[in-house]
């Protein structure tokens, strides 16, 4: 067989995450989550049983598509705007503001997040500033930003703004929308995902709206999320998660030895992580177990593939 991602992509983007199905769930962000989430489930366990090669494709995939510094390299004047945590699901809500902010779509696809699907391990490895394994807030002050001309603005709350002028130069802003949400004690529902749909107006307005009018801009991010909602998690690859202590990812100390491989299990030698494959649902031993719900870190389709969606300067 072929490889599998391309017709992956494309059906994730254009039949399970799309404005039509939107519509289908009467409009409601959370009957859209729910039913979508179940139709990735099917066929991500199917896979996961039968031919789980397309896993080898998102790993391999990080390694071969285009950095966000690649892609400020080729827009000198561009600007880049990081969703933390905005996954495919959300490509139909970014397509509609950028139609109501007059920002035509060059270019709607999916870029990738790091191996394990985790911020810091984004900001070492798809960023492509050669930055080590850090959070976004700690690379604020950052020389690499000057050396490059690059303005880099990190917002955390969805109310927080900053004034943006039209100076020359590349702009990046890393907002903590939607992901500080979804880690939040109160992600504990279906029905917390209306809010999070929401929210993006504001956010949007903060970001996307804030730059230069005459500027392309990217609408991007680090990694997305799973919803292991009832009935949405992949439960033959139970206890192979047990070296993990209840994460999605963990990397052992020198010395310590690594877990066998299992069938639920990604091993990087090298650089000696250990990621959970595929949409198994493990508990987290955190002070919230409502946190499990929504989460990210693994080796899954949602989430590994993130918007790469290009807008025009507006018209």
């Not at 919803?227 to 047990?242: A, Q, T």
Request: charged content about 25%; glycine content about 6%.
């Amino acid at each position: 067989p072929g490889p599998r991602l391309p017709l992956l992509k494309r059906w994730l983007m254009e039949e399970v995450w799309t404005s039509d199905r939107l519509q289908q769930s009467k409009g409601v962000p959370s009957e859209y989550l729910k039913s979508g989430e179940r139709l990735v489930n099917e066929q991500e366990s199917l896979l996961m049983a039968a031919a789980d090669s397309y896993l080898e494709e998102l790993v391999a995939a990080r390694d071969i598509e285009k950095t966000t510094a690649a892609f400020l390299e080729s827009n000198k004047d561009a600007c880049v705007v990081i969703l933390d945590g905005c996954s495919v699901r959300e490509i139909p809500k970014v397509k509609e503001l950028a139609r109501i902010s007059h920002r035509p779509i060059v270019k709607c696809g999916v870029g990738f997040s790091a191996i394990p699907s985790a911020t810091e391990y984004f900001v070492s490895d798809r960023l492509g500033f050669g930055f080590p394994v850090l959070g976004p807030s700690q690379i604020v002050s950052n020389r690499e930003w000057k050396d490059r001309g690059i303005r880099y603005y990190f917002l955390q709350s969805p109310n927080e703004s900053q004034h943006i002028t039209d100076e020359e130069g590349p702009i990046l802003i890393w907002h903590r929308f939607p992901d500080l949400r979804f880690m939040d004690s109160t992600a504990s529902s279906t029905e917390f995902y209306d809010g999070i749909w929401d929210t993006m107006d504001l956010v949007w307005q903060r970001t996307v709206q804030a730059l230069p009018a005459s500027r392309p801009v990217l609408v991007t991010s680090d990694h997305g999320y799973v919803f292991f909602g009832p009935g949405l998690s992949d439960r033959n690859l139970d206890r192979d998660d047990r070296p993990l202590k209840g994460k999605r990812y963990l990397e052992f100390a020198e010395g310590e030895p690594l877990p066998e491989e299992e069938p639920g299990l990604y091993i990087d030698r090298k650089r000696r992580l250990a990621v959970i494959k595929g949409r198994y649902h493990n508990r987290p031993q955190a002070p919230h177990p409502s946190q499990s719900l929504y989460r990210h870190g693994g080796l899954s389709l949602m989430e590994v593939l993130t918007p790469w969606i290009l807008l025009s300067p507006m018209t």
